[in-house]
């Protein structure tokens, strides 16, 4: 990330909406964005592959469940924050991962410019693709300040997504007893 370059875009911001950038309330402000950014867009540089931990050999064979899996991201179409909880789950196939792992892969997708449907499928088709297992249940629910803040203002709307893959995708019994239990 080029801090340099975000700081002086940063000051041209402040000018474009008519503000003094040598205001002595932002003075720094420039300096806190760049680096600002360099947390909410910190996920560009990190590989969901890397911080995988694997436990082959395993012979559990039920639904493993992580919910309530806070996030914040940014909406790709305003750049405007987005924000709400994530739950996972999935049933090995002879493979499991460290649970500390679904949050951090929820973590890296949802700081880069996003849209919730992309996340979405990018948590389920990342853990698909390294894992193999039966099946994988992705649900997002999430506020956007781009429908609150702006646009229709409406304050108590929220999304829901959902991405499933195999055994999820396939037996509605499996997504159902899923979606029971992250309620």
């Keep these: ?8 875009a940063a000051k041209e911001l402040l000018k474009a909406i008519g503000e003094d950038e040598n205001r002595e309330g932002l003075i720094k402000t420039p300096e806190r964005v760049a680096k600002s950014f360099g947390k909410l867009f910190g996920g560009y540089d990190k590989n969901p592959e890397d911080i995988l931990t694997e436990f082959d050999g395993e012979n559990y064979d039920e639904m493993i469940i992580c919910k309530n899996i806070d ?6 179409h305003h750049m405007i924050p987005f924000f709400g909880r994530v739950s996972i789950g999935y049933i090995p196939n002879k493979k499991i991962i460290g649970i500390s792992k679904l949050p951090r892969i929820v ?12 996340m979405t499928m990018q948590i389920a088709k990342t853990l698909n693709s390294l894992l193999k297992p039966q099946g994988v249940g992705v649900v997002v629910e999430a506020q956007h300040l781009c429908t609150m803040a702006r646009g229709v203002e409406k304050q108590n709307a929220s999304i829901t997504t959902s991405s499933f893959t195999g055994l999820f995708k396939k ?3 499996t997504r159902s007893e899923f979606l029971g239990l992250i309620k």
């Design 1 to 8: 990330m080029d801090t340099q370059k975000i700081e002086k």
């Design 71 to 76: 996030f914040y991201s940014t909406c790709e």
């Design 107 to 118: 973590e890296i997708f949802s700081r880069r410019l996003q849209n919730q449907e992309r």
């Design 171 to 173: 037996k509605m019994k």
